[in-house]
């Protein structure tokens, strides 16, 4: 089984505010690091997709940044808006030949505080 | 495109009853995945497929089979459902080849199962 890890398990932010948290994974074999918005009763939806070691990413006000060598990336959040309430997932990608699996952390839910 | 689709989207079954899941995805991808989601623990991976013929086990793959028998159909099987497979059951797919790489999953809506 795949540790792929999220922290803190929940947050709450204050309208305006600006947050960040963690996805912790294996840093060997490394293939492609996903982030997701999930809402509850709706499918997740994509937000990065991360294959090289330094990248960073940016959609709107929300941006990622990842380190395969030390196995983590984080998830920023700049001027958290109501309309950011949702649960962030993470999922790693080994490059392992056999291993195609699409392993999830248990997300992280934030609370956006008007 | 209706992309991945899954049925039923809800279903109560009584101990003991069998079902089926449907994941049927037209998108022509390689790899197929089936996830469970309870609160608190995100998604984890129940058993998943990297092509048409293929399967193999996840993370939680106790009491559930799956098959593969064409590429754009993935089935979830409950033999003898239980109280504690009660949840969210999740499909999703993603291209094969070199698409992959930077390719996010594409998920199905869902299917609430509740097994009383």
Redo the contacts between chains.
Sequence with gaps: ?LNVE?SP?SLHVQEGDSTNFTCSFPSSNF??L?W?RWET????E?LF?M?LNGDEKKKGRISATLNTKEGYSYLYIKGSQPEDSATY?C?FRGANSND????????TTVTVRA | NAGVTQTPKFRVLKTGQSMTLLCAQDMNHE?M?W?RQDP??????IH?S?GEGTT?K??VPDGYNVSRLKKQNFLLGLESAAPSQTSVY?C?S?PGGGRV?????F????TRLTVV
């Design positions: 089984i999220q398990q293939y492609a996903h997701y009763a709706k499918s997740p994509a997709v294959t997932l999922a195609y699996k699409l392993s999830f952390g248990a997300g | 790899y995945y996830y608190g623990m995100g998604l984890r991976l998943y990297v193999a996840g993370e999740f999703a993603i790489k930077n390719t996010e999953a998920f199905g809506q869902g």
